[in-house]
């Protein structure tokens, strides 16, 4: 159980254009939704926290108008990265908690190449 | 202090040795110490977990040490595998559904 689905697994567009991240918990209700970041050899870097039906908090330095997150239902969270451009190019992974619970189940992660 | 240390950064061990992985926390409120294995291209998944109220924990080659007076806890591998080899992170939460602290990283490459 507590089985954590991203689409897509990677992503290659143009700078300029606009890419939504999909993040679902396929087993479980995800009261609470985690998008990080993640450089090569690098540690997460935690983005946002969303929960459902409410608008997400995002961290301190993250552009909250160009990284929209919408947590629209209990299984599912997606990550809009706007007006993309070369330096947003990352891995991005989201995780989900199911409610008053320490463990945070990951998704697989995206890449995200922006040329 | 919000961060969680993480040490070594790099770590070679032969296949059968013992891999130990270190964290040390200043923030007394962590109170759930998991740590993640992670393969190339791949998210995180969730290896072991501690809460303070215990000083040792389990689960199969793996084992969790807590020393809440020095704020430290330590992953240790028991006869490691080459498939083992990955990058572990460490991490502490404060509350329950809450955001987790990420340590560095450390890159375990386990020699046959």
Not at chain 1, 26 to 35: E, R
Not at chain 2, 2 to 12: R, T
Not at chain 2, 32 to 59: H, M, N, T
Request: proline share 5%.
């Amino acid at each position: 159980g507590a089985v954590v689905s991203q689409h897509p697994s990677w992503v290659i567009c143009k700078s300029g254009t606009s890419v939504k991240i999909e993040c679902r918990s396929l087993d479980f209700q995800a009261t609470t939704m985690f998008w990080y970041r993640q450089f090569p050899k690098q540690s997460l870097m935690l983005m946002a926290t969303s929960n459902e039906g409410s608008k997400a908090t995002y961290e301190q330095g993250v552009e909250k108008d160009k990284f929209l997150i919408n947590h629209a239902s209990l299984t599912l969270s997606t990550l809009t990265v706007t007006s993309a451009h070369p330096e947003d190019s990352s891995f991005y992974i989201c995780s989900a908690s199911r409610g008053r619970v320490y463990e945070q189940y990951f998704g697989p992660g995206t890449r995200l190449t922006v040329t | 202090q919000q961060q969680v240390k993480q040490s070594p950064q790099s770590l070679i061990v032969q296949k059968g040795g013992i891999s130990i992985i270190n964290c040390a926390y200043e923030n007394t409120a962590f109170d759930y110490f998991p740590w993640y294995q992670q393969f190339p291209g791949k998210g995180p998944a969730l290896l072991i977990a501690i809460r303070p109220d215990v000083s040792e924990k389990k689960e199969g080659r793996f084992t969790i040490s807590f020393n809440k007076s020095a704020k430290q806890f330590s992953l240790h591998i028991m006869d490691s595998q080459p498939g083992d080899s990955a990058t572990y992170f460490c991490a502490a939460s404060e509350y329950q559904g809450g955001k987790l602290i990420f340590g560095q990283g450390t890159e375990l490459s386990v020699k046959p």
